[in-house]
C-alpha cells in the first residue's frame, strides 16, 4: 500500500447552532480531490459533515481505494497537558477522555464552556483555557488569556512556535477560537476511530499503514496560493479547503507519505509545516517574481 488516492480537507467550526441554509463563511467545507479532480460540499452541523464523511471513507474502502483525511483543528495540546489529564503522554488516550465528556448534538448544541472549565478545576489558579461568551459568564473561562494565573503549560505547541499566525488550542471564543474547534473536533475523530477500527490511523501519533489516514491540517500555510486561485465569487472557506486539496493531490506519493510522519508524535503535528513550498510548487505557482506566494 503507497500513496493516497483520494484527499479529503475539512475546514471545522464550532459553531452551537446550525449555519446558515445559505452557504456561509465560518461553517464546515469538505473538499475532495482525487483523479477526477477536486469537489466541495458544505455542511451545517457537525453530524451532518460527520454522517457524509464516514459515507465517503465506507465508499473509497469498498473500491480499494487509500484516503488522506486533513482536518483544520489542533489533533493535540501543548506537552504536558495529556499527562496531567489522564495520567499519561498518549495523545489518542486523551482523545478518548474527551470523547466521553464532549455532548454534541445534531443541532450543533454543546457543553464545552462546561467541559473547559471542569478541565482548568484539574489545575491550580486559573486556566489553562480561557473565554466564553458573556452569556455564559463563568469565572473559571476569563475572556482574556492574560487574566489566567495558571502558568504551568507551555502557551503554544512546539509547531505554533515557527507559526505566529496560529492561535494557542487553550483559546476558546472570539476570532481564531481554535480550543473550541478542537474540543468538539477530536471526540467526533475518536468517532471515526472505533467506527473503522484498524482500517484508520492517526499521523503522527500512530505509525502504521492503513487504507485511511487522519492528519491536522492548517490552509493559511499557503494562504497567498489560496488568494491567487480562489474563483472570483468563491467564499474564502471552500477556497481554502479546495486549494490545499489540490495542492495536496498534486505531491508525488512518497513526498505526501513523508509529510504525515513528521512532527511530534505526542503534541501532534500541522501537515506541511515547515514546508510549504512544497506545497505551492506541486499548485504549479512560480515564485521566481519575488512574490510571496505561501503567505501573502
Known amino acids: 500500500m503507497s500513496g493516497f488516492d483520494t484527499i479529503v480537507v475539512v475546514d471545522w467550526s464550532a459553531r452551537?447552532?446550525?449555519?446558515?441554509?445559505?452557504?456561509?463563511?465560518?461553517?464546515?467545507?469538505?473538499?475532495?480531490?482525487?483523479a477526477a479532480?477536486?469537489?466541495?460540499?458544505?455542511?451545517?452541523?457537525?453530524?451532518a459533515a460527520m454522517v457524509a464523511l464516514t459515507s465517503l471513507f465506507e465508499a473509497e474502502l469498498?473500491?480499494?481505494?487509500?484516503?488522506?483525511?486533513?482536518?483544520?483543528?489542533?489533533f493535540g495540546y501543548p506537552r504536558g497537558f495529556a499527562r496531567a489529564v489522564t495520567g499519561s503522554?498518549?495523545?489518542?488516550?486523551?482523545?478518548?477522555?474527551?470523547?466521553?465528556?464532549?455532548?454534541?448534538?445534531?443541532?450543533?448544541?454543546n457543553n464545552r464552556?462546561?467541559?473547559?472549565?471542569?478541565?482548568?478545576?484539574?489545575?491550580?489558579g486559573v486556566g489553562p483555557f480561557w473565554g466564553c461568551p458573556p452569556t455564559h459568564h463563568d469565572p473559571r473561562l476569563p475572556q482574556k488569556g492574560s487574566l489566567r494565573s495558571f502558568k504551568g503549560l507551555p502557551e503554544r505547541r512546539r509547531v505554533e512556535e515557527s507559526l505566529p499566525g496560529a492561535q494557542p488550542c487553550w483559546k476558546l471564543?472570539?476570532?481564531?477560537?481554535v480550543g473550541s474547534q478542537a474540543l468538539l473536533g477530536i471526540p467526533r475523530l475518536q468517532a471515526l476511530r472505533a467506527a473503522f477500527g484498524p482500517q484508520l490511523s492517526v499521523r503522527p501519533f500512530e505509525d502504521s499503514v492503513t487504507p485511511i489516514t487522519l492528519v491536522e491540517v492548517y490552509p493559511s500555510l499557503i494562504a497567498g496560493a489560496v488568494a491567487t486561485l480562489q474563483d472570483k465569487a468563491e467564499i474564502k472557506d471552500r477556497a481554502q479547503v479546495r486549494v490545499l486539496a489540490e495542492a495536496l493531490a498534486a505531491l508525488d506519493?512518497?513526498?505526501?507519505?513523508?509529510?504525515?510522519r513528521e512532527g511530534c508524535p505526542q503534541e501532534g503535528w500541522i501537515l506541511g509545516a515547515g514546508q510549504e513550498?512544497?506545497?505551492?510548487?506541486?499548485l504549479g505557482l512560480t515564485r521566481a517574481t519575488g512574490q510571496d506566494w505561501l503567505s501573502s
Open 62 to 74: 469498498a473500491a480499494g481505494r487509500r484516503v488522506l483525511a486533513g482536518f483544520d483543528f489542533p
Open 113 to 124: 464552556w462546561a467541559v473547559a472549565a471542569a478541565l482548568n478545576d484539574g489545575f491550580p
Open 277 to 282: 513550498g512544497l506545497l505551492t510548487d506541486a
Open 253 to 260: 506519493g512518497p513526498v505526501l507519505e513523508r509529510l504525515t
Open 16 to 34: 452551537s447552532a446550525p449555519s446558515p441554509v445559505k452557504e456561509t463563511a465560518d461553517a464546515i467545507w469538505v473538499a475532495v480531490a482525487g
Open 89 to 109: 503522554d498518549d495523545p489518542l488516550g486523551l482523545w478518548q477522555h474527551l470523547a466521553q465528556r464532549i455532548e454534541d448534538g445534531d443541532d450543533n448544541s
Open 37 to 47: 479532480g477536486a469537489s466541495c460540499q458544505y455542511h451545517r452541523t457537525r453530524a
Open 173 to 177: 471564543f472570539t476570532t481564531g477560537s
